[in-house]
């Protein structure tokens, strides 16, 4: 069988009243990260909604640079970073207290369980000399989409409806790789009240109940040619896919990046990091580690 695109968002519209929306597609470039973090399942699945969203949430809005996706909360995992650029790179990790993690019950909804109370932040940064944008909300909702959902209704700028899911299941060899999908339709809020609104309140409630009726194995089934499921869903109201933006798992680390934040630190706060004289910087993104021995550390300063 043909391979099914992957690791792809994939902007679409809603006739007859141009509703947009996305779906995000996430084959090797999810299995990647989360395999590579090797996480408990439970953190995982988190950081993996957690990169899904930010990469639906992005494609929301205009910009160049990088969109984050950020949670910190007093539950056992502590933070989720999630990333994705302009051209597709995304990454993301998690922090968790595996004592906490292992002494959480099953039960409940996961964000109260796992994240706890504590805020969910939007950043989109443009690089130097912009104004970064940030909304932050408290975390209030079962889950992580529910979360986000909260986060539009309180800015008020945009009506959103999300679904994501993320699961590890069985590949075409058998062997059980991470997979995550995710649906978004949004529009703007409009204060006139004429028939053409009322008209299009009814295709909105129409597209967000088509959107709920998909299935989280639908959103993660990876035979299912994008196209096809959102035929499925909304083509009573007809439905136009636009060109899908390939994703890839990719960290934006270097060695000159370490060298600058290294630089960057107080001489007692660069001694306290020494190891027998050695300081080792892993990558929370892809833990690829930057070793710096007496030499290079000595190089360091003098060249700062
Ligand atoms: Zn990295």
Avoid: N
Wanted: aromatic share 6%; charged share 25%.
């Amino acid at each position: 069988m043909p391979r099914v695109a992957d690791d792809l968002v994939q902007p679409f519209q809603i006739e007859p009243f141009a509703l947009r929306g996305r779906l995000v597609r996430l084959g090797p470039a999810i299995d990647t990260i989360l395999t590579r973090h090797a996480y408990p399942e439970p953190v995982a699945i988190m950081l993996g909604e957690a990169i899904t969203l930010a990469v639906a949430l992005a494609g929301a809005l205009k910009y160049d640079g990088i969109f984050t996706l950020q949670t910190k909360g007093d539950g056992p995992i502590k933070l989720m970073v999630a990333d994705v650029t302009t051209a597709g790179a995304i990454r993301g990790y998690a922090q968790f207290d595996a004592a906490r993690l292992a002494a959480a019950t099953s039960a409940g909804a996961p964000v109260p369980r796992l994240l706890g109370a504590g805020y969910l932040a939007l950043t989109v940064d443009q690089g130097e000399h912009t104004d970064r944008y940030q909304g932050i909300v408290e975390l209030q909702g079962g889950t992580l989409a529910e979360c986000v959902h909260h986060y539009f209704r309180q800015s008020e700028q945009v009506e959103a409806a999300l679904k994501v899911a993320v699961a590890r299941i069985p590949d075409h060899d058998d062997v059980p790789r991470w997979r995550a999908g995710a649906l978004m339709i949004q529009r703007l809020p409009r204060e006139s009240f004429t028939q053409e609104r009322e008209d299009e309140d009814e295709a909105w409630r129409r597209a967000a109940i088509f959107m709920s009726s998909s299935t989280s194995a639908e959103l993660v089934d990876r035979d299912l040619v994008p196209e096809a499921l959102l035929f499925r869903l909304f083509h009573e109201d007809g439905v136009r896919a636009h060109a899908p933006h390939a994703l890839a798992a990719r960290c934006r680390c270097s060695r000159q990046r370490v060298e600058t934040m290294l630089r960057a630190l107080q001489p007692e706060d660069l001694d306290d990091m020494k190891v027998d004289g050695k300081v080792v910087v892993t990558c929370e993104f892809c833990s690829t580690v930057y070793p710096f021995d007496a030499d290079a550390l000595g190089a360091l300063l003098v060249s700062s």
